[in-house]
T-cell receptor, first 113, second 114 residues
Framework: GEDVEQSLFLSVREGDSSVINCTYT??????LYWYKQEPGAGLQLLTY?????DMKQDQRLTVLLNKKDKHLSLRIADTQTGDSAIYFC?????????????FGTGTRLKVLA | GAGVSQTPSNKVTEKGKYVELRCDPI?????LYWYRQSLGQGPEFLIY????????DSGLPNDRFFAVRPEGSVSTLKIQRTERGDSAVYLC????????????FGQGTRLTVV
């Protein structure tokens, strides 16, 4: 079945690194994504990783993919108060003419000043 | 427009009424998606359009929900005989093509059924 799981909450101090974890079930996913959602706002794509990669770095963001364990993580270096938001992991599914994203329940990141 | 636009931003309706939610995708994007996000949950897939046709409507919860995209651009999500359980934020997204790496989301329509 299609399922993406994340821990619900994470609290870190400003300047520390944050690591948000995600597990997914469909090994055929082509891309895996991290989205950010601030209160009352839509979803903003932060970064994505192709399934044949194991790491991608983009400024303060580092994505690690362990395909064997179906585990994805997002590391935010030097976390700032503006990083406080809900972070969603998503996998893409492509089969029989469809293309859709399956989202996790989101991890609420709180950054303490 | 510059981004995906959804109207209205908020909609309050009485139980049993009919509602329409509109999505204007980014110009030139052929793929369009509708998602529903309930409080404290991640977005849940409803339907995917490629051009004018619904390529996958497997996420629509029941036959009260229907969506159209007659000219391959603007899409309307229609909900008949609304129920309180339909209350959620309805998100629309578009991407340049199916399989593209980035889908752009609108701000959503918050539907409240009273």
């Amino acid at each position: 079945g299609e399922d993406v799981e994340q821990s619900l909450f994470l609290s870190v101090r400003e300047g520390d690194s944050s690591v948000i974890n995600c597990t997914y079930t469909d090994s055929s996913s082509t891309y895996l994504y991290w989205y950010k959602q601030e209160p009352g706002a839509g979803l903003q794509l932060l970064t994505y990783i192709f399934s044949n990669m194991d790491m991608k770095q983009d400024q303060r963001l580092t994505v690690l993919l362990n395909k064997k364990d179906k585990h994805l993580s997002l590391r935010i270096a030097d976390t700032q108060t503006g990083d406080s938001a809900i972070y969603f992991c998503a996998e893409s599914l492509t089969y029989s003419g469809t293309y859709k994203y399956i989202f996790g329940t989101g991890t609420r990141l709180k950054v303490l000043a | 427009g510059a981004g995906v636009s959804q109207t209205p931003s908020n909609k309050v309706t009485e139980k049993g009424k009919y509602v329409e939610l509109r999505c204007d995708p980014i110009s030139g994007h052929t793929a369009l998606y509708w998602y529903r996000q309930s409080l404290g949950q991640g977005p849940e897939f409803l339907i995917y359009f490629q051009g004018t046709g619904a390529a996958d409507d497997s996420g629509l919860p029941n036959d009260r929900f229907f969506a159209v995209r007659p000219e391959g651009s603007v899409s309307t999500l229609k909900i008949q005989r609304t129920e309180r359980g339909d209350s959620a934020v309805y998100l629309c997204a578009s991407s340049f093509d199916r399989g593209h790496t980035e889908a752009f989301f609108g701000q959503g329509t918050r539907l409240t059924v009273v």
